[in-house]
């Protein structure tokens, strides 16, 4: 089975642009969280939709945005740039669902390394 | 809220030293505990799991035992190796939806 699957690896932009990120889930894993990874700040959860939905949302400013479609699959956006948003931005998937009844260890992909100059 | 404390690093052993690095946790009703482990360049892979108190988790000779009268989960190895070198993360998910907390993460360097 594939694993999660990130797009692209690395990005460079300049401060003002904006830049979406994409994610690709484990084939059956309806839930898909995102998480801001810097050497200052740690891992922080940026948040995690499950059937297109948002579930869960961390303490990020609205430029941070995300959707997830049909197909599980998601992108995350990131517009007005700021020197600070560069960062390793990790999607994880899981299969955890209301119905599951307990939870589930997340699989993470790779991450988009993304420099803001 | 739920949180998870973690051992400061970063730490350095010497190769076949008995590796510790702490881990408790802050959290209501019944989580489960995870330790992932994150080589350079790449991202988080799960290492161990245990999900109900007493729990021993395992997995390349790395141990963590969910401990809940001391709200701990530490991961022991009793022997590393110079590939075990990499940032260590404990983490809990305490219901079923899908946010964790992750640790702040701890570096490993194993030098031969």
């Known amino acids: 089975k594939a694993g999660v699957t990130q797009t692209p690896r690395y990005l460079i932009k300049t401060r003002g642009q904006q830049v979406t990120l994409s994610c690709s889930p484990i084939?059956?894993?309806?839930?898909v969280s995102w998480y801001q990874q810097t050497p200052g700040q740690g891992l922080q959860f940026l948040f995690e939709?499950?059937?297109?939905?948002?579930?869960n949302k961390g303490n990020f400013p609205g430029r941070f945005s995300g959707r997830q479609f049909s197909n599980s699959r998601s992108e995350m956006n990131v517009s007005t740039l700021e020197l600070g948003d560069s960062a390793l931005y990790l999607c994880?998937?899981?299969?955890?669902?209301?119905?599951?009844?307990?939870?589930?260890?997340?699989?993470f992909g790779p991450g988009t390394r993304l420099t803001v100059l | 809220g739920d949180s998870v404390t973690q051992m400061e690093g970063p730490v350095t052993l010497s190769e076949e030293a008995f590796l510790t690095i702490n881990c408790t946790y802050t959290?209501?009703?019944?989580?489960?505990l995870f330790w992932y482990v994150q080589y350079p360049g790449e991202g988080l892979q799960l290492l161990l799991k245990?999900?109900?108190?007493?729990d021993k988790g395992s997995n390349k000779g790395f141990e963590a035992t969910y401990r809940k009268e001391t709200t701990s989960f530490h991961l022991e190895k009793g022997s590393v190796q110079v590939s075990d070198s990499a940032v260590y993360f404990c983490?809990?998910?305490?219901?079923?939806?899908?946010?964790?907390?992750f640790g702040t993460g701890t570096s490993l360097t194993v030098i031969p």
């Open positions: 994880a998937s899981s299969s955890a669902s209301p119905l599951a009844g307990g939870p589930t260890e997340q699989f």
């Open positions: 983490a809990l998910s305490a219901t079923f939806r899908g946010q964790f907390y």
């Open positions: 245990a999900t109900k108190a007493d």
């Open positions: 939709y499950f059937s297109e939905t948002q579930r």
């Open positions: 084939s059956g894993h309806r839930s």
């Open positions: 959290a209501t009703g019944y989580p489960s």
